[in-house]
């Protein structure tokens, strides 16, 4: 009876034990404390991904998935360039032999804008679609989400389902229409998310929508469309599934981030480092560090290109949940106020810095500012990346991860920094006041900034080698 006593008592001590790990060091649950008070910081997390399906030549696949599930009248979206590219070929070859009826939207804007997502949700309301099929990168299946989800809440002012500060935010209730997502590029994700990102012209700065109800229903993952990169395209998407990991790795913690939603429907898409997230985040890290660079130097590497494709959805589901923050946050304003430059590789008539590149081109000076926070986390990037970390004091992370980043764009051939594409010192408030309304991903920060901080990281980015 002793002994059982004995045994008793310490799993009473057990069970009043906190762990220490990050999933589970607080004692909070209900959205409230263990007293009755009300936390001000987030408890718990949630995962949240489309349904993915990956195979060479599995794009066939499509017309008989939206025979199956009834669909009689289908939206493809793609962009002019795409439409005459064979993945958009493969799409409708499949739809013709299963006898799907559709219509095309051809009109997508590469880096879109408010008044492109209103032109293709107009044309999502006039045709009354049972299903939406997205053929193209990020932009394409941005666009399309968005015309989804307006031609579903046809009383919705474009407004209220933005993003706040700029938009109301208002949370998505109602139930969309399939969404089938058919990714050519190998970088953004979009095809495992609720997020939908434009530039909004009146301010220029991107924002966007981010809520799980827009996640694509089915992303078909074809590493036959990457063949079709060329050069710059495969390294800019890359630079965003880099990005991606990196920050939704070295996020601020889900449960450091506030405030603690009331109900669960108003907890965010990006909800801050995770241990789920972590996983997919530090995974598609190491295939970035592995292929991307065979993925950029020769088009018909099949197995880099392809694996290059499936890192964007390992970073895109661990994004998707974590989030981004700074460089993300920053780019929005780079990607926004673009003058003359034009993107080398970009079929495209207006000046453009593509996501990617606005992306990771302020990343070496984003990581040493933030890595005293979570110096570790900073390494073990690094050391992914291909740094020796062996000798290194976890003071000096940041330069570290700094470098090895440098080193990595130089070997890519990527542009010396802000500079280079157009900006200059002068430019630098500009580039802040448009980060400031990003508060969606720049809170997820682990380091917290000012206007000042953004400045210097600006003005450090301004040239990188």
């Not at 990020?138 to 015309?147: E, L, P, Y």
């Not at 900006?423 to 448009?434: C, K, T």
Request: charged content about 20%; glycine content about 8%; proline content about 6%.
């Amino acid at each position: 009876m002793a002994g059982r006593d004995r045994i008793a008592d310490l799993l009473r001590k057990l069970a009043r034990a906190a762990c220490r790990c990050p999933a589970h060091s607080n004692t909070f649950h209900q959205g409230g404390a263990a007293n009755g008070a009300v936390r001000s910081t987030d408890y718990a997390f949630e995962m949240a991904c489309s349904n993915i399906r990956y195979g060479e030549g599995v794009t066939r696949e499509i017309g008989m998935d939206l025979q199956n599930m009834g669909a009689r009248n289908v939206c493809l979206m793609t962009d002019q360039n795409l439409a005459r590219l064979p993945p958009v070929k493969a799409v409708l070859e499949s739809l013709l032999k299963n006898g799907v009826n559709y219509k095309m939207y051809d009109k997508v804007r590469v880096e879109p804008t408010d008044s492109s997502f209103k032109e293709a949700i107009a044309f999502a309301k006039n045709n009354s679609f049972d299903a939406f099929v997205a053929v193209g990168g990020g932009s394409v299946i941005d666009t399309c989400k968005a015309a989804n989800l307006y031609a579903c809440h046809p009383e919705a002012d474009f407004l209220d389902f933005v993003n706040a500060p700029i938009g109301k935010g208002k949370p998505i209730t109602g139930v969309l229409k399939p969404l089938m997502a058919v990714p050519t590029t190998a970088g953004t994700g979009s095809e495992t998310t609720g997020v939908a990102i434009f530039d909004f012209e009146e301010l220029k700065a991107k924002t966007g929508i981010a809520s799980r109800a827009i996640k694509p229903t089915l992303g078909i993952v074809d590493p036959l469309h990457t063949l079709h990169m060329p050069e710059r395209v495969a390294a800019n998407s890359g630079f965003d599934v880099l990005c991606h990991a990196l920050e939704s790795y070295t996020a601020l913690p889900y449960n450091l981030r506030s405030p603690c939603p009331p109900n669960p429907v108003n907890r965010p898409a990006y909800q801050g480092s995770n241990p789920i997230s972590d996983v997919w985040s530090r995974h598609a890290l190491q295939v970035v560090a592995k292929y991307m660079k065979r993925a950029v130097r020769d088009p018909e590497d099949m197995e880099a290109r392809s694996s290059m494709h499936l890192a964007s959805v390992f970073a895109g589901i661990g994004f998707g949940n974590a989030g981004v923050h700074l460089c993300h946050g920053m780019s929005y304003p780079i990607s926004g106020n673009v003058k003359t430059y034009r993107a080398k590789d970009y079929n495209v008539d207006h000046p453009v810095v593509p996501h990617g590149l606005s992306v990771v081109l302020t990343s070496p000076a984003v990581f040493n500012f933030t890595a005293p926070m979570c110096p570790e986390r900073h390494l073990e990037a690094a050391q992914i990346l291909g740094a020796d970390v062996s000798q290194v004091k976890r003071a000096d992370a940041g330069p570290l991860l700094a470098d090895t980043l440098r080193d990595f764009l130089y070997e890519l051939q990527v542009e010396d920094g802000l500079g280079a594409v157009g900006y200059g010192a002068d430019d630098i408030p500009a580039l802040v006041r448009g980060t400031l309304p990003q508060e969606r991903v720049t809170k997820l920060s682990p380091r917290e900034h000012s206007e000042e901080d953004l400045s210097r990281l600006f003005e450090a980015s301004m040239k990188l080698y």
